[in-house]
């Protein structure tokens, strides 16, 4: 055979392409449908009650993508591209964000934990130890001063146990002011003073831009623990404070059902909006799940529930989509709901 430096070149351009359409990564990152995984091997109450049916975690899958990745989340329904400065903004590196993410599934597991020992009447004690910063915006006051990942202790001389305290404090003070805060970083105890800006898209509130999670110290009687590995984020929290409630009292409360959901909760058992949720209900439907509880946000406009109702009917699932606010209301409906045959 011939080989001459033309069809070589061709040749090395037909894998360089191919290289780029596979591996290249854009600046774009997509969320699809992910999983729903049965919680009885991530969550295990000491001496539990076992149960007949299924609480599952329903995730969305996410990542950045190659130039083909982006043409088929273009085509496909239920495909979302976002430029990946919406998720990672910029001077946040990947690491950073992933602890973020895994901080706020703690938050979420011990929020779950506190709901559920407490509507089973459990023994549990909190201890509240600060404030973790999730994450810092850029170009605010705190950029380039606090980091993910450390934890404030104290503001203006004044205890911090918690993120309402902070938040209570800062909202007083106006814009120019400046706070002194006491954080913890690495094991060590530093002092930073930050200035107080106006957050234009935040009604003129005033900040210093940062997310926070509250660090608590949760000891319950019986044991709990969790193994969730790599999955964070906080809106597996309604499914988490089911599925312990499920282990902790006699009563199968699955009724031999296949029951998902999805949802963020607090330490008052109040279920939040999360992101995600059609994805969240092709990945139940795909998993054979019969029930899915979706937040309902007392009723808004474009709610949680009606986005999730609309995905059932577009694809044609059997599940039935139950709105709830609270997590005594996932609670009541499974406590009424008919045994599955």
């Not at 910063?133 to 705190?142: C, E, I, Q």
């Not at 203006?156 to 706070?179: C, H, M, P, R, W």
């Not at 805060?181 to 800006?197: D, F, W, Y």
Request: glycine share 10%; with cysteine; net charge neutral.
């Amino acid at each position: 055979m011939n080989v001459n430096k033309k069809h070589i070149a061709a040749f090395i351009i037909v894998i360089l392409a191919a290289f780029f359409i596979s591996a290249y990564q854009l600046p774009y990152y997509v969320y699809k449908p992910g999983g729903a995984d049965a919680l009885n091997p991530i969550v295990e109450v000491e001496g539990g009650y076992s149960s007949k049916g299924d609480m599952h975690l329903v995730t969305v899958r996410g990542g950045q993508v190659t130039p083909i990745q982006y043409v088929w989340a273009k085509i496909m329904p239920h495909q979302e591209l976002h430029p990946i400065s919406e998720i990672m903004p910029e001077g946040v590196s990947e690491e950073e964000y992933f602890h973020a993410q895994l901080r706020m599934m703690d938050s979420s597991q011990e929020k779950a934990v506190a709901v559920a020992y407490k509507a089973a009447n459990k023994d549990i004690s909190i201890q509240y130890k600060g404030v973790y910063v999730v994450s810092v915006v850029k170009n605010m006051p705190a950029d380039g001063k606090l980091k993910p990942a450390d934890r404030i202790t104290g503001i203006d001389g004044k205890k911090i146990k918690k993120a309402e305290d902070l938040i209570n404090y800062v909202k007083a003070k106006e814009a120019g002011d400046t706070i002194t805060l006491k954080i913890v970083r690495n094991g060590k105890k530093l002092t930073k003073e930050i200035k107080l800006q106006t957050f234009e898209k935040l009604d003129g509130k005033v900040g210093i831009g940062i997310r926070l999670v509250t660090d608590r110290g949760v000891e319950v009687n019986p044991e709990v623990n969790f193994s969730s590995g790599k999955i964070g984020g906080p809106s597996a929290g309604l499914m988490f404070s089911l599925e312990i409630y499920d282990q902790l009292t006699k009563k199968d409360l699955t009724k031999g059902y296949q029951i998902a959901g999805t949802g963020e909760v607090d330490y008052e058992g109040n279920v939040m909006r999360i992101g995600g949720i059609d994805k969240k209900v092709i990945a139940a439907d795909e998993e054979g799940c019969d029930v899915f509880f979706a937040p309902n946000e007392n009723g808004a406009k474009n709610s949680n529930y009606k986005v999730a109702k609309k995905t059932a009917e577009e694809i044609g699932t059997d599940m039935k989509i139950v709105p709830v606010d609270t997590f005594e209301d996932a609670l009541h409906y499974l406590q009424e709901m008919e045994p599955g045959k």
